[in-house]
């Protein structure tokens, strides 16, 4: 970047400083330290885009600007994507973007699932996979600490933001585990603050669609319900249940399979509702390869599989029924958990 190109950012950094500075002195509302923050971002990534290293190909509408950059600013600096080209698809809680990758990952195309913020996400009802699951941190090690782990429980802002963090490091840390395995997942590169980067299933022009938009001939349809069935197994075996698996979070690309979308996943060992979860997940893929001329007992499937990895069968619970912090809830999961 040329010097004359760098001190104009630099001025237009300072004007969107002022305005700080013209203010109350230790009083900066909320609006303008957001304002600032977005202003922060979008100069970074142009600092970027006029050193050659980032572009911002894909036009995104103003507000999805802001907590766009704002994710992608860490991105950019680890040279991890070089260029945001499109939106994927908007889901009910995050945006997922085509980028093209940077210097430091082999691969030319990347998929960026960028969370929106805590306070516009359009929550799972987490309760029911949160039960019975140890809090993670933002690399995806165990919060431990008794001020964090107390913020979540008495859900202070700092606690909401933590359990963000969370259920983020779940999807990822369990996307790095089912890889690992060699189970069919996109491979995981990073997490950061808001969003999880990982391998892109599809072609340059089309994204690969979801198994629920594809109508597979009976051999076919055969083959990738095997498929299905081995990943099962993989998760099983990984200590892992999707917890809202079904056709519309699987891609098809290349005749193959691909399981996405992980953050509720939940542990057979410690969540009372796991039966119950696992059962859901195996009659919605049955329903799905049912009509696609595949004949299964879901019931009977998930019974086997469940068993087989030593689970035992428990009396069913509604989700949406048991919340963690509820102690009723509490002392029922306890009694479950010895049988
Ligand atoms: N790795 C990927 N490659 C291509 N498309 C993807 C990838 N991950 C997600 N998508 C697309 O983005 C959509 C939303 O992602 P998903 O993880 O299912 O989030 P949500 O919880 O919002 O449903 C998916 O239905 C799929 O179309
Ligand atoms: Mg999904």
Redesign the pocket.
């Known amino acids: 970047m040329s010097k004359n190109q760098l001190s104009k950012l630099y001025e237009e950094l300072d004007e969107a400083h002022a305005d700080d500075l013209a203010s109350t002195p230790g009083r900066t509302s909320r609006k303008r330290q957001s304002r600032r923050s977005e202003m922060d971002a979008r100069l970074f990534v142009r600092a970027q885009e006029a050193a050659g290293e980032f572009e911002f190909t894909y036009k995104a509408a103003r507000f999805e600007e802001a907590w766009l950059l704002d994710s992608l600013h860490e991105i950019a600096g680890q040279q991890l994507i070089s260029d945001v080209l499109r939106k994927?698809?908007s889901?009910?809680?995050?945006s997922?973007y085509l980028c093209r990758s940077g210097a430091s990952i082999e691969a030319r195309l990347l998929?960026a699932?960028v969370y929106r913020p805590r306070t516009l996400r359009n929550l799972k009802n987490d309760a029911v996979y949160r039960t019975g699951r140890t809090d993670l941190g933002e690399d995806g090690s165990a919060l431990f600490r008794e001020a964090d782990v107390n913020a979540i429980i008495k859900r202070t802002k700092y606690g909401e933001e933590l359990r963000h963090t969370s259920w983020i490091a779940y999807e990822f840390t369990t996307l790095e585990k089912l890889y690992a395995a060699g189970a069919d997942v996109?491979k995981p590169y990073a997490m950061l603050k808001n969003s999880i980067l990982?391998?892109?299933?599809?072609g340059e022009g089309m994204?690969?669609p979801?198994l629920n938009a594809v109508t597979l001939d009976r051999d076919d349809a055969r083959e990738l319900f095997d498929r299905v069935v081995l990943n099962l197994n993989l998760l099983l075996q990984n200590g892992r249940i999707h917890g809202d698996l079904s056709s519309?979070?699987i891609?098809y690309w290349d005749g193959g399979i691909t399981l996405?979308?992980f953050p509720q996943v939940v542990s057979p060992e410690s969540n009372p509702m796991a039966w119950t979860l696992f059962q859901r997940d195996v009659t919605r893929i049955c329903q799905y390869f049912s009509a696609q001329g595949v004949s299964v007992n879901a019931r009977k499937l998930a019974a086997d599989l469940w068993t087989s990895y030593g689970h035992r069968i428990v009396k069913e619970v509604h989700p949406g029924d048991l919340d963690a912090e509820n102690p009723r809830d509490r002392k029922l999961w306890e009694r479950q958990q010895k049988g």
Request: proline fraction near 9%; aromatic fraction near 8%.
């Open positions: 994927i698809k889901g009910k809680e995050a997922v998929a699932k996109p990982m391998e892109y299933i599809g994204p690969a979801t519309y979070n891609l996405i979308d």
